[in-house]
């Protein structure tokens, strides 16, 4: 055996509550997943995949595994809503399934939904595929506490051929419990032909330090559609860890809208694999940070099938002293020959102490590929400030309306317009109109 | 209403305005022409407030106030207006966004209310109808995919709804075929008024054919060196710029 790292206070503190317990093949595989982290600790930065997040401030910290009071805590359920986003909800309170939050009523034909707790309880079977995963690598470390840990989350499965109009609505609810650190896992599969509009909702409600890990396993069918919109807005102390896997069959087509507003630490890897012929992925990303936030996105795709597409448009504006990670990596492997993948990066820098590094990979290793891919990290067009300014629009207002116009390609294609005109509103009240660089 | 003396600016350590003096009352229409290089973008930059011009030396009053101590913004408020040379694509601001933010900026600075969308939507109707703009360039992305023409009547378009006092015309006849020419003149024509001034920077004189000037200055290198009435402006279109620059010796002495 080699020798075990020096634990930070981070893992020490997590590590030693109890595994939770329950079927046997589940408990083996926290285990293992437990061991893993325990044997390989915390990635630092000089692993590829952390290099521009540091760990070391919040290893220091100490938390608490659970919320006690999770199951209790008074929400306010009308904070909750999203415009345009009226269909099943399914509310989580520091981690833990709130029926009394949610919404589960009359699902439509062809959805099944229900949080993990309930399925692990009913020894649901189905899920031993999907919950079985070993992560061995340092990289995953966040992954394999959550593999551990995770005692709830959402189980969806859309029948085959369903079509599901109304959003489904995720509420993830980080309330005011210092120290709490949960975790929740989500399983998601989209039967052939079907489906599905989803949104997914991190919200902060009172501010604590808190820790979260989120792990959500997606699959799609044969001709499945998945839409689905992803909001961050932790709280301000909040660190928020996920991580998104998205699995295309045949002719599959998903369609994601991420957008990165809250938090003080925040990772989010989406990761894709585009297994069916003739599949189409389509990203679409935003970050707007201020204060000293530093949010990272590690996105990858992996063409593995003919005539596969996939574009993904990201943008990140960073003021005060925040800082943007953004790593797009696209590989396009052996044998996904005509695939069409291209990835745009712009950044702004609002503030002279912000700081973006963005890192665009491409690999191809097969034949009649179009790919295209940049990046570029600059700042708000002199030229059009002053065009602004020499109207009547004073500079503060000129800088904000630049900004919000510079994110906008990223929710040109979101259907739910009652949604976008949300986010859009949400980024200019994050977006800074009272303050000059 | 404006009164430019004796003004000096540089621009990246070079002196481009060198000593120019110019009076410009309510109702006038006033013409600057000159040969390239003669500062005359300078002086509507200068005017406008655009960064990266110093003066030097002289002063600028618009009715009474200290032009140069104002930002841009509030010079807009103050009732000057500039149609640039080269108008600014800002993919993803909306044309009609643009221009209630702008007017209601300005309003807003004048201690006067601002528009409703209603009442705004309804000044934006008259306007159109004066400029003979298409409403389509409204709903598009201010000046994005714009060609020259539409640029320029995008421009012209905005003064009408801005309603200025001293509007600042920066070589907007440059790239205009001969229609496109007559609609802006049209334009400008339309909003001529005992209350409002014009500025009119121009190399060629054709513009002069459609937008009668009330005076015409000749700059060169940084000073007005001719003024006369729109005969001038005739006679230097025969002679070209080389018969100023002959003249000039004199003119300096003077």
């Known amino acids: ?437 | 209403m404006l009164k430019i003396e004796n003004l000096h600016a540089r621009v990246e350590g070079k002196d481009i305005l060198k000593g120019l003096s110019l009076t410009v009352n309510p109702g006038e229409v006033h013409a600057i022409m000159g040969p390239n290089g003669a500062g005359k973008s300078t002086l509507g930059n200068v005017l406008s407030g655009r960064d990266g011009y110093e003066v030097t030396q002289g002063s600028v009053t618009f009715e009474g106030r200290d032009l140069l101590a104002l930002d841009p913004e509030d010079r807009a408020a103050a009732g000057v207006f500039l149609a640039f040379q080269y108008p600014v694509e800002i993919p993803g601001v909306n044309n009609t966004y643009f221009l209630r933010a702008a007017l209601n900026a300005q309003r807003k600075q004048r201690g006067e209310a601002e528009l409703d969308s209603m009442q705004f939507l309804k000044l934006v109707r008259e306007k159109l109808k004066v400029m003979q703009i298409s409403d389509e360039l409204l709903h598009r992305a201010v000046n994005e995919g714009f060609s020259g023409g539409e640029k320029k009547r995008n421009e012209i378009f905005q003064m009408a709804v801005l309603e200025p006092k001293l509007a600042i015309l920066d070589e907007t006849d440059s790239g205009l075929d001969i229609d496109a020419l007559k609609q802006v003149s049209q334009g400008v024509n339309a909003l001529r008024s005992p209350d409002r001034a014009f500025l009119m920077i121009t190399h060629y004189q054709r513009l002069l054919d459609y937008v009668q000037p009330d005076f015409v200055h000749v700059l060169a290198d940084g000073r007005i060196i001719e003024s006369g009435d729109k005969s001038l402006a005739l006679k230097l279109e025969e002679h070209g710029y080389a018969w100023i620059a002959e003249r000039e010796p004199a003119g300096a002495q003077a």
Not at chain 1, 419 to 434: K, Y
Request: charged letters at 20%; hydrophobic letters at 45%.
């Open chain 1, 1 to 437: 055996m080699n020798q075990q790292p020096a634990r930070p206070p981070l893992l020490e503190s997590l590590l030693d509550a109890p595994l939770p317990q329950g079927a046997a093949w589940l408990d083996a595989i926290r285990r293992e997943n437990l061991d893993a982290l325990i044997a390989t600790g915390l990635p630092d930065t000089r692993n590829e995949a952390w290099k521009y997040t540091a760990l070391r401030s919040l290893a220091q910290r100490r938390f608490v595994e659970g919320d006690a009071q999770a199951a209790t805590r008074d929400i306010d359920a009308t904070a909750l809503s999203l415009p345009g986003v009226a269909g099943p909800r399914l509310v989580f309170v520091n981690g833990m399934f709130r029926a009394d939050l949610s919404q589960l009523d009359a699902l439509p034909d062809g959805l099944e939904v229900l949080p993990l707790s309930r399925a692990l309880a009913q020894d649901d079977e189905s899920l031993r595929f999907a919950l079985s995963h070993r992560y061995r690598d340092v990289a995953d470390a966040f992954t394999q506490l959550n593999a551990a840990y995770a005692q709830d989350g959402v189980v969806l499965r859309v029948a085959a051929g369903a079509v599901i109009e109304q959003p489904v609505h995720f509420s993830f609810i980080g309330a005011a419990a210092e120290q709490a650190a949960w975790h929740l896992r989500h399983v998601i599969a989209l039967g052939d032909g079907a489906r599905l509009n989803l949104v997914e909702h991190h919200l902060g409600l009172g501010d604590a330090q808190q820790l979260a890990t989120s792990v959500a396993d997606i699959v799609l069918g044969e001709r499945a559609m998945l839409d689905m919109t992803l909001l961050q807005q932790a709280a301000a102390d909040a660190s928020l860890v996920r991580r998104t896997s998205v699995q295309l069959g045949v002719a599959a087509h998903a369609t994601l809208h991420v957008v990165e507003l809250g938090g003080a630490l925040v990772r989010h890897d989406l990761h894709a694999v585009i297994k069916g012929d003739n599949a189409r992925l389509d990203t679409r990303g935003v970050f707007a940070l201020r204060g000293r936030q530093h949010v990272d996105t590690q996105l990858s795709i992996r063409h593995d099938a003919l005539n596969s597409a996939s574009e993904s448009i990201w943008r990140g504006v960073a003021d005060q002293r925040s800082r943007g990670v953004f790593r797009g990596a696209i590989v396009v492997a052996e044998g996904a020959d005509g695939s069409d993948a291209s990835l745009s990066n712009k950044n702004l820098l609002l503030s002279t102490q912000a700081e973006i590094d963005t890192k665009p990979e491409l690999e191809i290793y097969a034949d009649e590929v179009k790919a295209a891919h940049g990046a570029t990290v600059g700042q708000l067009d002199e030229r059009a400030l002053f065009y602004l300014r020499s109207r009547g629009i004073p500079l503060a207002e000129a800088r904000s309306l630049l900004t919000a116009a510079f994110c906008r390609a990223v929710f040109a294609s979101m259907p739910n317009e009652a949604l976008r005109d949300h986010i859009s509103q949400l980024l200019l009240l994050q977006l800074p109109a009272d303050q000059v660089a």
